[in-house]
Nanobody, 118 residues
């Protein structure tokens, strides 16, 4: 059974940093592409960043330059280092193994809340 557990969220002031973690189990992590998504109530789920099994990365325009995705194969964990956070980054952050319809947010795990105050 595929399982992901997100952690590391919290409340910070604008300009602060957080490091999100996504611990996984139940699938071959080394062969998998992994994504981070986020969702604000009333707004569609958004793909924030992804990393392929061989390390290729993608970042949404809204976060490029401030966020870094990485993975630790031995720990089967994906990380999202978030710097220079802005109030508009406030959302529930999820990780997952790919986009699923109608929405991957909440499909893979419970998410971790990030709140950025101005």
């Amino acid at each position: 059974e595929v399982q992901v557990v997100e952690s590391g969220g919290g409340s910070v002031q604008a300009g602060g940093s957080l490091r999100l973690s996504c611990r996984t189990s139940g699938f071959t992590f080394d062969d998998s592409d992994m994504d981070w998504y986020r969702q604000v109530p009333g707004i569609e789920c958004e793909l924030v960043s992804s990393i392929s099994s061989d390390g290729l990365t993608y970042y949404a325009d809204s976060v490029r330059g401030r966020i870094t995705i990485s993975q630790e194969y031995a720990e089967k964990t994906v990380y999202l280092q978030m710097n220079n956070l802005k109030p508009e980054d406030t959302a529930l952050y999820y990780c997952g193994q790919g986009w699923v319809a109608p929405s991957p947010c909440g499909y893979w795990g419970q998410g971790t809340q990030v709140t950025v105050s101005s």
